[in-house]
Structures are given as C-alpha cells and as structure tokens.
C-alpha cells in the first residue's frame, strides 16, 4: 500500500480520488488551505480514518510543504490544489498566478529537495493534475481535438496560470530528473463540486426558482468526464504512466452549454417537478457571455488508452442523473 501526498483534497476532484484511494488501503495526507471551494463534508466518512491525515496550510508555504514530506514520505505526490474558476480569474487573477504558479512552483521545489534527499528514488511520482484548457480552443465545426502534441494556446488568466504551472512541472523533469507526470483533463462533473461550476449551478438555481444563467447563446461546447473517470486515469498515471510525459483524459462526450441545461431540466422535471408543473426549462434565462469564451473543447484520449489501458465506463447520461440526485440529497 502507498502513501499519497495530496494537495487541494478538500475540493472537488481531490475529495473524491482521497475517498477512492483510501477505500483501497492506500494512505493519504491532504494539505488544503480550506479556501471557498474547499468543504470538510466532503471527507466526513474518513476524516478519523487512520488512513488519513489533514494538514491545514498552503502550498505557497515551503516550510509545511517540507515538514509533509520529510514526516510522511511519500510514495508519490498528486497536486491538485488550484484556483478552479474561469469567471474568478477574469475579476481577480492575481490570486490565480499566485497559487496555481507560485503554489506549483513551491510544490515542485519541495518534492525535489525530499527526493534528492532520500535516494532520487525511480519510483517516486510527482502527479500534476492540469486542464485541457491550457491547449486553448477548438472551432465549432472542427473535427479536431486536443491531444498531448496540441501546442499550448490558453485564452483565459485560469488557463494561462495552469499553462505556466505545466510548464514548470515539465521543466522540473528536463532540468532536474524528478520522477513529473503531467494530466490534461476535460470539464469534471460529478458528487462534491462546488455550486460556481456549471452542473451544480443550474441545480442550485433551479431549486431555488432562480433564473438559470446560460453564457451567450448557450453554443459553446465542453467534453464533459465524470469524476471517478478522471480519478481512474490519475491511478492509471501512478501505475503506468511514464515520467516526463503527459497524459489527456477526456468523457467523450461532448455538449453544448444550452443542450446541457436543457437534459438537467429534463432530468429535474422527472425526479423533482415544479410545484407548478412547469418546466424548468422556464427558468432558462441568456446573459451577456464571458469574456474570451472558448468555443469548444474536445479530446482525444488514445494516448491514455493505448499506454495505461484508460477507458470510460460510465454513461454520461446515466452519471448526469446520479450527480443531479447526489446534489438533492446533499444541498
Ligand atoms: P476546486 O476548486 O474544487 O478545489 C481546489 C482545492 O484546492 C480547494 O479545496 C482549495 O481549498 C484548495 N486550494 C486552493 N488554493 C490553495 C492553496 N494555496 N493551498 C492549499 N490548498 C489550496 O478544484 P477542482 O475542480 O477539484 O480541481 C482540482 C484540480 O484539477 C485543479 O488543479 C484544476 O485546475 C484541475 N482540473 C479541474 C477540472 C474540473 O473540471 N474541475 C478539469 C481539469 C483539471
């Protein structure tokens, strides 16, 4: 059994790969600042799990950083903890450069000076948990989608701060040897993420008989991956991926924006109707779109299903109605 150093596990993907991973045997310390998107709720079922140890801190601390290391030694390190949200980084992106590149920056520095220090061990890993985003946007009417050799385009302050943090991360193999492993990821749904995301916006608002937000005209395109999905790729990563290589998960399964709205509605209209008997569709309500809104994002994943043996085994319409239900039974 290994031992994980996560960082960000209080949030939403972090959250759910801890519970997965513990589930196995693994153990895990978690370092988390609990910003907003953090929630302790998430990890209530194994938080006196001796399995598992909460360090409160932040990844732009070097000395708690250090301390982590050198008392748990890991057998790998997943980093995950980030400033998540697109529209937060176009009103506020200082924060965003100082987290996902300094916080990244520090990360990386720590790790290597535990790994020099105890053996340059083959085995230890350096897991970068990254988006698709930072490979910018695709056309509407293309074909194509972003794979590992997609050069490097971020549109947005989130994508270009997760951009440079990709880039340190890979620099810290070329320059240093450290055992990095770098994972491009689609949009996630899923249990545990927080209500700024799309899903669990809509839901929220819908609930509360608020009017539904839907960016421009609702046309621009995510390539939505369930979480668990995303978990089992970075497990995937750890067992098999290969150091000094990035890896692209992707759900298959491409929506655009209005057409996602319209199947949450559906799927509310069917297990929680309007007191009215009105849809929810009602709610539906167009703003002014963000600024610098990417078209469309897709991705190819054969990379990972070639060489790690990834494959998705979850409907996406199967999974949007389990998320929708987690979320009734959660708020
Ligand atoms: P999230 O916003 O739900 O969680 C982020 C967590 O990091 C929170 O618990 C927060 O408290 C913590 N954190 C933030 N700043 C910190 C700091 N300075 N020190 C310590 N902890 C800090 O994010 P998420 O959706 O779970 O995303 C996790 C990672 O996955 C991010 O790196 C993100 O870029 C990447 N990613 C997300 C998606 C997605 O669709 N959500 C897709 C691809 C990649």
Redesign the pocket.
């Known amino acids: 059994m290994a031992t994980y150093f996560v ?8 959250s759910n790969f801890i519970l997965a991973e513990i589930a196995k045997g693994h153990s895990i310390v978690n ?9 302790l709720d998430n990890l209530k079922d194994i938080a006196n799990n001796d399995l598992y140890a909460f360090v409160k ?4 601390d070097p000395k708690v950083i250090a301390t982590i290391l050198k008392t748990y030694k890991p057998d790998a390190v997943i ?7 697109v529209d937060n980084s176009i009103s506020g992106p200082e924060i965003f450069i100082q ?2 590149v300094m ?1 990244t920056y520090h990360m990386l520095e720590g790790a290597r000076t535990f790994w020099n220090n105890n053996g340059r061990s083959k085995d230890f890993r350096f897991i970068h ?5 930072v490979y910018g946007e695709l056309e509407f009417d293309n074909v194509d989608k972003f794979d590992e050799n997609t050069s490097y385009a971020p549109n947005s302050p989130y994508s270009a701060s ?1 951009a440079g943090s990709d880039h340190l991360a890979r620099a810290w193999y070329h320059t240093y040897d450290l055992p990095v492993i770098i994972t ?6 899923g249990p545990h ?2 209500k700024e ?1 799309l899903i669990p916006n809509m839901i929220t608002h819908a609930l509360a008989g608020k009017k539904l937000p839907v960016y421009g005209q609702g046309l621009n395109i995510r390539d939505w991956i369930y979480v668990g999905d ?1 978990c089992k790729g970075i497990c995937l990563v750890l067992a098999k991926g290969k150091v000094g290589q990035s890896y692209c998960f992707g759900g298959n399964s491409e929506r655009r924006n209005i057409d996602l709205v319209t199947q949450i509605c559906g799927i509310l209209d069917e297990i929680k109707p309007r007191r009215d008997g009105q849809s929810y569709n009602q709610q539906i309500s167009f703003v002014t779109d963000r600024a610098g809104h990417d078209k469309r994002y897709a991705i190819n994943d054969s990379k990972a299903r070639a060489e790690l043996g990834y494959s998705t085994d979850t409907s996406f319409d199967e999974r949007l109605k389990t998320t929708i239900q987690w979320f009734l039974d959660n708020l």
Do not use: P
């Not at 960082?7 to 972090?14: L, M, N, R």
């Not at 801190?57 to 732009?60: P, R, S, T, W």
């Open positions: 960082t960000g596990g209080c949030g939403f993907i972090g370092l988390d600042n609990l910003g907003y998107a953090a929630n801190g932040d990844i732009c980093h995950f903890a980030a400033e998540s949200h987290t996902n916080g948990v990254s988006t698709d985003e997760k491009n990821c689609s949009n996630n749904y993420q927080y995301k995303h």
